[in-house]
């Protein structure tokens, strides 16, 4: 089994920045793609970004696109998304998710190629 921990959320001001780090632990394995989503209150859970574990590819939703950046290190199992500045639209539980290469070749921007995640970590951006 997999554990992924999400840490880095919290408090802050529209214009200023987080990031977020998830650590992978248990039982290891090559994955194929590590990414973020989140959920706001009321809304369904959305695609945030993604990077290819082999070749460091990267994803992001337009939403985020030019304000974050996901990057890995692969001997940590860790995985980081730095967003810069934030808005109040920002505001949700952020989740890691991992890919296994099962799932090779299939789109990083959906769900259901994750089996693996995190608890969630709150991010919220005051106006």
């Known amino acids: 089994q997999v554990q992924l921990v999400e840490s880095g959320g919290g408090l802050v001001q529209a214009g200023g920045s987080l990031r977020l780090s998830c650590a992978a632990s248990?039982?290891?394995?090559?994955?194929?793609?590590m990414g973020w989503f989140r959920q706001a209150p009321g809304k369904e859970r959305e695609f945030v970004a993604a990077?290819?574990?082999?070749?460091?590819?990267?994803y992001y939703a337009d939403s985020v696109k030019g304000r974050s950046t996901i990057s890995r290190v692969n001997a940590k199992n860790t995985v980081y998304l730095q967003m810069n500045t934030l808005k109040p639209e920002d505001t949700a539980v952020y989740y890691c998710a991992a890919s296994t290469l099962e799932y090779y070749s299939l789109s990083v921007y959906r769900e259901t190629i994750y089996p693996y995640w995190g608890q969630g970590t709150q991010v919220t951006v005051s106006s």
């Open positions: 990077i290819n574990w082999s070749d460091g590819s990267t």
């Open positions: 248990g039982r290891t394995f090559n994955y194929y793609a």
